[in-house]
């Protein structure tokens, strides 16, 4: 029977002797746990932040747009022909089934002005149900009315960029500004929503669509709309709304069975989960790659121990002339090669939370640290040592006791 405890004792004390031999060849298993946890750190917080940016956009969205034009055969792109109308967007809301919420929309860059001060930005004109399915807030003042839209007023609803560019510290309800050479009435404004990719989701204006129509932007048909952003009461009810918004265009627009859609559905939950499926494989790929270190750790473990069994060799003779057997000399080395292994894998996790929580302060970034890769790695550093330590623990113990006792 194997004396556990002995062996144990016996093998800290030969890494005792050798303390800088021990710490260096603990050091690529330090590297590679604490890239391991760094990169996974780093890879869950970007899929929670692109998790917390799809849903600031809306969930459950369906986007129509207005078909393609064509010139001289070449298609110039979804939405650059007129097709979709404020009664497109009616119907859709009385007829399809599964619909929570129906938005149609209007928008272009404008320039805005306040005093002195201007701005580029996107002026959108919308109606009340698109700041509800799109996740807006309002910060300050109050949002559209049915009376906006009705009598087509000049009220402005702005984001926290606008209001930051055009009038700093100043509080803007209430202030007139120009959108265009048009005077619009600031009545709200919006809580802030961040970047989403390089795209601010604060650098925008709501206005309501009937005025959008009617001064700013001007149709080339009466109540045309660009887009309609329609939310479905669930995730299920998806496909559902999608089938009939489809039969409801077709028969409104007249389009016969050989006749393509002049319109296109987008659904924003297909959109998110290819971009959840990116990010997530981008984390696994940056968690195999410093995997790498890992083993590159393991390879240099197993060195040093075949260097120790040959250092070792006259130990290991008179160990065994006085007793201990092959499967105590695998033992002790195995142990060794453990404990280094797993001291390595306990100074990497901490290192690679620490330099992780760093990298999350200096660059203002979202880092996620959780129990399981911390396990994960922690683990995986001690199966190194047990694979990468076997080979020489195994040549130690095949020694010939009385070669060993020779052997200088």
Same mark, same amino acid.
């Given at each position: /029977?194997?004396?556990? =405890?002995?062996?144990?004792?016996?093998?800290?004390?030969?890494?005792?002797?050798?303390?800088?031999?021990?710490?260096?060849?603990?050091?690529?298993?330090?590297?590679?746990?604490?890239?391991?946890?760094?990169?996974?750190?780093?890879?869950?917080?970007?899929?929670?932040?692109?998790?917390?940016?799809?849903?600031?956009?809306?969930?459950?969205?369906?986007?129509? !747009?207005?078909?393609?034009?064509?010139?001289?055969?070449?298609?110039?792109?979804?939405?650059?022909?007129?097709?979709?109308?404020?009664?497109?967007?009616?119907?859709?809301?009385? /007829?399809?089934?599964?619909?929570?919420?129906?938005?149609?929309?209007?928008?272009?860059?404008?320039?805005?002005?306040? +005093?002195?001060?201007?701005?580029?930005?996107?002026?959108?004109?919308?109606?009340?149900?698109?700041?509800?399915?799109?996740?807006?807030?309002?910060?300050?003042? @109050?949002?559209?009315?049915?009376?906006?839209?009705?009598?087509?007023?000049?009220?402005?609803?702005?984001?926290?960029?606008?209001?930051?560019?055009?009038?700093?510290?100043?509080?803007?309800?209430?202030?007139?500004?120009?959108?265009?050479?048009?005077?619009?009435?600031?009545?709200?404004?919006?809580?802030?929503?961040?970047?989403?990719?390089? /795209?601010?989701?604060?650098?925008?204006?709501?206005?309501?669509?009937?005025?959008?129509?009617?001064?700013?932007?001007?149709?080339?048909?009466?109540?045309?709309?660009?887009?309609?952003?329609?939310?479905?009461?669930?995730?299920?009810?998806?496909?559902?709304?999608?089938?009939?918004?489809?039969?409801?265009? @077709?028969?409104?627009?007249?389009?016969?069975?050989?006749?393509?859609?002049?319109?296109?559905?987008?659904?924003?939950?297909?959109?998110?989960? @290819?971009?959840?499926?990116?990010?997530?494989?981008?984390?696994?790929?940056?968690?195999?790659?410093?995997?790498?270190?890992?083993?590159?750790?393991?390879?240099?473990?197993?060195?040093?121990?075949?260097?120790?069994?040959?250092?070792?060799? =006259?130990?290991?003779?008179?160990?065994?002339?006085?007793?201990?057997?092959?499967?105590?000399?695998?033992?002790?080395?195995?142990?060794?090669?453990?404990?280094?292994?797993?001291?390595?894998?306990?100074?990497?996790?901490?290192?690679?939370?620490?330099?992780?929580?760093?990298? +999350?302060?200096?660059?203002?970034?979202?880092?996620?640290?959780?129990?399981?890769?911390?396990?994960?790695?922690?683990?995986?550093?001690?199966?190194?040592?047990?694979?990468?330590?076997?080979?020489?623990?195994?040549?130690?113990?095949?020694?010939?006791?009385?070669?060993?006792? !020779?052997?200088?």
């Amino acid at each position: /029977m194997i004396d556990f =405890k002995s062996t144990l004792k016996i093998a800290l004390n030969s890494l005792k002797v050798n303390k800088m031999r021990s710490a260096l060849t603990s050091l690529g298993i330090i590297i590679g746990v604490a890239a391991v946890i760094i990169m996974l750190a780093i890879g869950s917080g970007a899929n929670k932040q692109v998790q917390a940016n799809m849903e600031s956009m809306g969930s459950n969205l369906l986007t129509i !747009r207005s078909a393609s034009a064509r010139t001289g055969g070449v298609s110039m792109g979804m939405g650059t022909k007129p097709t979709l109308n404020i009664k497109d967007a009616d119907a859709i809301k009385k /007829m399809a089934r599964g619909v929570e919420l129906v938005a149609p929309m209007l928008s272009s860059s404008k320039q805005v002005m306040y +005093g002195n001060q201007n701005w580029s930005t996107t002026v959108y004109g919308v109606t009340r149900p698109y700041l509800t399915a799109k996740n807006y807030e309002i910060k300050q003042g @109050r949002p559209f009315t049915k009376d906006d839209d009705k009598n087509s007023a000049k009220v402005a609803i702005i984001g926290s960029t606008v209001e930051l560019e055009l009038f700093g510290d100043l509080n803007s309800i209430g202030k007139t500004i120009r959108v265009g050479n048009v005077p619009f009435k600031v009545i709200g404004t919006l809580k802030s929503k961040g970047q989403m990719g390089p /795209m601010d989701q604060d650098d925008l204006i709501f206005i309501p669509i009937t005025t959008a129509q009617k001064k700013v932007f001007g149709v080339d048909f009466p109540g045309s709309v660009s887009q309609i952003i329609v939310k479905a009461s669930s995730l299920e009810d998806t496909e559902i709304a999608i089938n009939d918004i489809k039969e409801i265009l @077709r028969k409104r627009h007249h389009l016969g069975k050989a006749q393509p859609n002049d319109f296109e559905i987008r659904n924003s939950a297909e959109f998110q989960e @290819r971009m959840k499926s990116t990010v997530q494989t981008f984390a696994i790929l940056l968690a195999s790659i410093a995997s790498v270190s890992l083993v590159v750790g393991g390879i240099g473990i197993m060195n040093i121990m075949l260097v120790s069994v040959t250092e070792r060799t =006259k130990e290991i003779g008179i160990r065994m002339a006085i007793g201990a057997r092959a499967v105590d000399i695998q033992m002790q080395f195995l142990i060794e090669a453990l404990i280094l292994s797993l001291l390595g894998g306990l100074i990497g996790v901490i290192t690679g939370i620490v330099i992780a929580l760093l990298i +999350g302060a200096l660059f203002e970034t979202n880092i996620v640290i959780s129990f399981p890769p911390i396990l994960l790695a922690f683990g995986f550093s001690g199966l190194v040592g047990i694979g990468f330590g076997y080979y020489p623990a195994y040549k130690a113990s095949l020694l010939n006791p009385i070669d060993a006792l !020779r052997y200088e």
